[in-house]
């Protein structure tokens, strides 16, 4: 991953991580439920944010080099295991 892309990463990590625990003291402080269910539903698209942007950047450069080394076959595996990984 280029340097670039991992502070990207990286800051929206540390973002998410400050999310977390405002969920946590939201519980802690007995927030309205609505409240914090919406609240875990923003950091559950950051996280899939995050997920999007590292698949982005496997494809790019991971798949891209195992296609032109001949490595057909495993990069065929791990984009059907992401796949079916962003199913669930």
């Given at each position: 991953?280029?340097?670039k892309s991992k502070a990207k ?75 079916k990984l962003k199913r669930k």
């Amino acid at each position: 991953m280029d340097e670039k892309s991992k502070a990207k990463v990286v800051r929206r990590l540390k973002l998410l991580e400050g999310q977390v625990r405002g969920l946590q003291k939201m519980v802690e402080n007995d927030t309205y439920c609505v409240d914090v269910i919406t609240q875990t539903s923003a950091v559950k698209q950051g996280l899939s944010n995050v997920e999007d942007m590292l698949l982005e950047n496997h494809l790019d450069h991971c798949v891209h080099h195992q296609m032109q080394s001949g490595q057909t076959k495993k990069a065929k595996e791990e984009i059907i295991k992401v796949y079916k990984l962003k199913r669930k």
